[in-house]
């Protein structure tokens, strides 16, 4: 029977054999050699250890190193499995496959077990936290380092990992699971939102219930999947040998147009981060690396490839005509701004930005925080006014709005450089937002525009 002690479990290793391609199982081969040092048919646990020491601390590699051994997904109480002492090239397929390729209850398991320890039934809050913090880190660790696929992206945005808005970003991921979980009362998001996660920590979430928050919040579960990826499937490798099979099926292919626009589309869905276009190489003061992928995410699939910055406040200086001179006609835009409070906050104008009278935009528009709460305001149909841009005009609004209603903007820059307001009774009309700035009032410290989306040829100059 080999190494499995039943025909089960023999034939539980075959299925998720199947689950790969030839092309990844001599990757994992090759991977497995890696991590075994050529040394003997299995590694052990110091071995993974030095091999992810570079991207998880020790607990958690030892949580996965458990993990790996389990056979079954799902083990009755009375069958609890052991941690095992080895791992062979067969055990650690069946690992990768539950981990990549089934199914999502498999992966809530695995998270689990890395959130609150081996063979664990459910998680505080405060845990959970922790592995959005942890999974998010790791994976910028691996991109930072050009050990994964999005790492041209995450590079060129030259940023440092802001570990306060990584705790942010655990906390906004974290709020569908708040909001959604059947055992907890509606006040427990408000208490996460104004304390610490300890308050929160009486009460346990299970494996069905994560697994939903999963389900609701797929960003996360990307995330998870480019970082292990990364960790556990060479992708450089297997995207180069693919390259290959794919120019020599290409030689005696027929067309398929349908379906390459299928695999433009999932490649569109599969973009976290964008790839950033910098002026004059300066990297942005406002953005960091949980903020674009926050927003990123809540972009149409189309505008998720590039970012160019536009204007910048600290390099163009601060003025309402060369804003509006930079941004005028250069389609999606992103608008972030810093109050003098530190507060950081903005909206996603899906229109160009032109000089009108009226309201103009759609309803995929939106508002949002970065600082000192993350958090996204889409529309709520409410009304259709969600962008306005006006200069020099007597009787109307001159300045940039965003929401709301004139004199009363959910976001608000006047062209009176310098100013600007954030109106919420108690929410503005158009977005659902609260009041985005410490003030009903502010006062400006610094604004970046980036236009989002491939720039049309003529633009790129």
């Known amino acids: 029977m080999g190494i499995f002690e039943s025909k089960n479990e023999a034939n539980t290793f075959t299925q998720s054999v199947k689950c790969f391609t030839d092309t990844e199982l001599t990757v994992l081969q090759n991977l497995f050699c890696q991590i075994s040092k050529n040394v003997g048919d299995n590694f052990d646990r110091k071995d993974l250890e030095t091999f992810l020491s570079k991207v998880f ?13 389990r056979i079954s997904s799902s083990p009755s109480p009375n069958q609890m499995e052991s941690a095992p002492i080895s791992i062979t090239f067969e055990i650690f397929c069946h690992f990768v496959a539950r981990l990549l390729k089934k ?13 609150a320890g081996f063979q664990s ?12 913090e942890l999974i998010v880190t790791a994976y910028l660790h691996t991109g930072l380092n050009g050990k994964s696929a999005d790492s041209q992206h995450i590079t060129s945005w030259e940023l440092k990992l802001d570990r306060q808005a990584l705790h942010q970003f ?7 699971l708040l909001i959604n979980s059947h055992t907890q ?7 996460f939102n104004t304390s610490s996660t300890a308050e929160v920590d009486s009460s346990l979430f299970s494996v069905d219930e994560v697994e939903q928050w999963l389900i609701r919040t797929p960003l996360m579960t990307r995330i998870a999947d480019k970082l292990f990826v990364a960790c556990f499937m060479d992708v450089l ?3 180069q040998q693919q390259s290959i099979k794919t120019t020599e099926e290409n030689s005696v292919a027929i067309d398929e147009n349908d379906d390459d626009d299928d695999d433009d589309r999932d490649k569109m869905a599969d973009i976290l981060i964008p790839m950033c276009l910098l002026q004059d190489n300066k990297p942005s003061h406002l953005l960091t690396y949980s903020t674009i992928l926050m927003l990123n995410d809540f972009l149409e699939l189309q505008l998720r490839d590039e970012w160019k910055l536009l204007f910048s406040s600290l390099q163009h200086g601060e003025s309402f005509t060369t804003l509006c001179s930079r941004i005028i006609n250069k389609g999606p835009t992103i608008l972030i701004i810093r109050d003098k409070s530190g507060h950081i906050f903005g909206g996603f104008a899906s229109q160009s930005w032109n000089y009108k009278s009226q309201f103009f935009g759609d309803s995929s528009c939106f508002l949002f925080t970065a600082s000192p709460k993350m958090s996204v305001y889409t529309t709520t149909r409410y009304n259709q006014n969600f962008q306005y841009l006006n200069c020099n005009m007597q009787t109307l609004p001159n300045g940039l709005g965003m929401g709301g209603q004139f004199d009363y903007f959910g976001l608000w820059i006047d062209a009176e450089y310098g100013k600007g307001h954030s109106m919420a009774g108690p929410k ?3 977005y659902g937002s609260p009041q985005l700035s410490e003030n009903k009032q502010f006062q400006i410290d610094c604004i970046e525009v980036w236009t989002v989306g491939k720039a049309k040829e003529e633009d790129k100059d």
Do not use: W
């Open 428 to 430: 503005c009309t158009t």
């Open 57 to 69: 601390p020790i607990r958690v590699i030892h949580s996965i190193f458990n993990e790996m051994g």
């Open 103 to 115: 199914s999502l209850t498999e992966k809530t398991r695995i998270y689990l077990t890395i959130t």
């Open 237 to 239: 490798e297997v995207n």
């Open 170 to 176: 655990a906390r906004f991921l974290l709020t569908d």
């Open 121 to 132: 039934q459910a998680a505080k809050c405060s845990q959970l936290l922790k592995f959005c």
């Open 185 to 191: 009362e509606k006040s427990l998001l408000s208490t």
